[in-house]
């Protein structure tokens, strides 16, 4: 890949990441090894910290991944992963866990690198990838058939088998733990894998890539076709694949679910969201204000679940945003690799630039923009922390997914108001209630339209608990037993007694 780093953050990364970053060109992982790839089209990858190239890699072409759908298919078909024992795939997939954690710093370095996240972060999402990992090596031994009680002449049972090749189209904002929600329970169940990580953020999973091999999944089990949209659609495209999970936002979700119809390809979508967070006067406030800026501010808002509309009693309005407001200025905007930070950069030039038009237009069309931070000094995507009060509902502000570091607030004057308020968008991923009164937060939850509803916290993910979303947020649920359903299928046996 040949790295050309800032001085400044080659000082900042380990020696085993420097010489990760300066191998040959990279390009599709097929078969247990890196190809060559078969087009021109190289991609810099680009650190959002200084806005510099600091490497490129090669797309894939339309060949390459109908190369690595092949492979996955013949991986497949001659069972050297989905008829091996389930504890020895157990085994491997927990081995696979523990090279990654012995390489955990390397890969929150590249994430945190190649994303902008803070390091404190990206080592949370290498932890959380690890979790994942884990947790569902043990469900390759767990998963049991059952015995249908149909007419006594027969006997009959329900079992669980792996469906086959299964495809991730995966975003930019937590490459690892979202390439792992797919990976893991779909090899844990004996199916072989093709990943397609965002253009823009290739290196974790490029390296996990390599983990795999070394781990011992045989050739063929997991491969990589790296690439942009055109990679993606060849992708959902190819024959031969018999499920697509994917990340990203809607509209490029309804471009795969269009492609999958003809192909006939089972999808599952986690798309995109606008998550309310309600702020009843009877909740812990202290405590609201720093779940509040947890939703938004982490990974800079770049975050599926960020909770963007912050929806509060009119009555606590003005001193929980002033509040808000004041601890947000301690935050330290910076390079994700500095030490001293804790918000970073967009992940490019053009999102910065999108999530700065919107909040554009929120100021002409007259909402009050509060801007909470100097932007560093240097050529970074960066956006400081914004709080937008004032603007009225409907607006695109309040409506659009930014993500970004922009929190919209909207008062209200009871309940009723505030769940008419909360459910009032698209989406529909995740939410929050703040409030003291249990009674409330069972009466609210209940209410709101989301996959996820969080009280008195927010942003808690683990491996044990499904996620997703429904209306523009997507369906089916990743994580949990949930997945199980996701990366098996139903086989009924009847035998004639
Ligand atoms: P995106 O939709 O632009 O891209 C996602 C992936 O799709 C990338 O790998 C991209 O290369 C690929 N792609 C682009 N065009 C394609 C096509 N025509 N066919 C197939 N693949 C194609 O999303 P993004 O900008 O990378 O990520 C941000 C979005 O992801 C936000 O909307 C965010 O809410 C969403 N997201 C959702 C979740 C969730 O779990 N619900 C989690 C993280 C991010």
Not at 314 to 334: I, K, M, P, W
């Amino acid at each position: 890949m040949s790295a050309q780093l800032a001085p400044a953050v080659r000082g900042l990364l380990s020696p085993s990441v420097l010489s990760w970053l300066d191998k040959p060109t990279l390009g599709p992982f097929i078969d247990g090894s890196w190809r060559t790839a078969r087009s021109d089209t190289l991609i810099d990858v680009i650190d959002p910290g200084t806005g510099l190239p600091v490497t490129a890699y090669a797309a894939s072409s339309a060949e390459d991944v109908s190369d690595a759908v092949a492979a996955a298919r013949r991986a497949f078909d001659d069972g050297r992963w989905s008829e091996q024992d389930p504890e020895a795939r157990e085994q491997t997939l927990r081995h696979l866990a523990d090279l990654l954690e012995k390489d955990a710093e390397v890969v929150a370095q590249l994430e945190a690198l190649d994303t902008g996240k803070p390091l404190a972060e990206a080592r949370l999402d290498i932890d959380e990838a690890i979790a994942v990992l884990r947790y569902y090596a043990g469900w390759a031994t767990k998963v049991e058939g059952t015995v249908i009680p149909a007419p006594r002449r027969f006997f009959a049972t329900s079992t669980r088998e792996a469906i086959g090749v299964c495809a991730a189209i995966t975003p930019w904002n937590y490459p690892l733990p979202i390439l792992m929600y797919k990976l893991a329970p779909a090899l844990a169940f004996g199916n072989t894998f093709v990943a397609k990580p965002s253009e823009q953020t290739v290196l974790s999973t490029a390296y996990f890539a390599q983990l795999c091999a070394t781990a011992g999944i045989p050739d063929g089990v997991v491969n990589l076709v790296p690439g942009a949209g055109a990679t993606g659609a060849a992708l959902t495209a190819t024959q031969g694949i018999d499920k697509i999970a994917f990340t990203g936002s809607t509209r490029t979700g309804q471009a795969v679910m269009r492609a999958a119809a003809d192909t006939l390809t089972r999808v599952s979508l986690e798309l995109g969201g606008k998550s309310p967070q309600l702020v009843f006067s009877d909740a812990d406030l202290d405590a609201a204000i720093d779940g509040v800026m947890g939703g938004i501010w982490t990974n800079a808002g770049q975050v599926c679940v960020a909770g963007s509309r912050l929806i509060i009693d009119r009555r606590v309005h003005d001193e929980f945003v002033a509040e808000l407001v004041s601890r947000t200025r301690r935050l330290n905007l910076g390079h994700g690799l500095a030490p001293a930070t804790n918000l970073g950069p967009l992940v490019s030039a053009a999102q910065r630039d999108h999530v700065v038009s919107l909040v554009d237009q929120a100021v002409a069309a007259g909402a009050n923009v509060e801007i909470t931070a100097e932007l560093p000094d240097d050529r970074g995507f960066f956006v400081a922390p914004t709080v937008v009060t004032g603007a009225r509902p409907g607006q695109s502000i309040e409506q659009e997914e930014v993500f970004g570091p922009v929190l919209t607030v909207l008062p209200f004057d009871d309940e009723d108001h505030a769940i008419q308020l909360a459910n009032g968008t698209d989406y529909g991923l995740a939410s929050a209630v703040w409030s003291g009164s249990a009674a409330r937060v069972h009466r609210v939850s209940r209410r709101l339209r989301a996959g996820t509803v969080w009280a008195n916290t927010y942003g808690v993910f683990h491996p044990t608990l499904p996620f997703g979303g429904v209306k523009a947020s997507g369906f089916g649920r990743e994580l949990g037993s949930a997945a199980v359903d996701h990366y098996t299928e139903l086989k009924t046996t009847v035998i004639d007694l």
